[in-house]
């Protein structure tokens, strides 16, 4: 099994930047692939920003130029730099690891609790 936990959300001003962070620990070999959701109030949960153990990355067209995600293997987490946040970024922030081998299983996606982000203008 494999345990999520975020840290690093919290209150931005329009323009101002926050920085994700996210670890990753439990039972397991590797994680291929980890990356972040978001959920803002009333909408589905949509894809900000993965990346997978073979180096490829893709953006929602909404935070292109504007975050970056990047990743510790070796301390298995994963983190997303916000930059010129703006108000439209407020949402629910949850890291998520897929394709994690066990030693004998793959298993994914597992989810982490969530973290706010709120962007006031």
């Known amino acids: 099994q494999v345990q999520l936990v975020e840290s690093g959300g919290g209150l931005a001003q329009v323009g101002g930047s926050l920085r994700l962070s996210c670890a990753a620990s439990?039972?397991?070999?590797?994680?291929?692939?980890m990356g972040w959701y978001r959920q803002a109030q009333g909408k589905e949960r949509e894809l900000v920003a993965r990346?997978?153990?073979?180096?490829?990355?893709r953006y929602a067209d909404s935070v292109k130029g504007r975050f970056t995600i990047s990743s510790d293997s070796a301390n298995n987490m994963a983190n997303l730099q916000m930059n010129n946040l703006k108000s439209e970024d407020t949402a629910v922030y949850y890291c998520?690891?897929?394709?994690?081998?066990?030693?004998?299983?793959?298993?994914?996606?597992?989810w982490g609790q969530g973290t706010q982000v709120t962007v006031s203008s």
């Open positions: 998520y690891a897929d394709r994690i081998w066990a030693g004998s299983t793959w298993y994914g996606p597992t």
């Open positions: 990346l997978n153990s073979g180096g490829s990355i």
């Open positions: 439990g039972t397991f070999l590797t994680i291929n692939v």
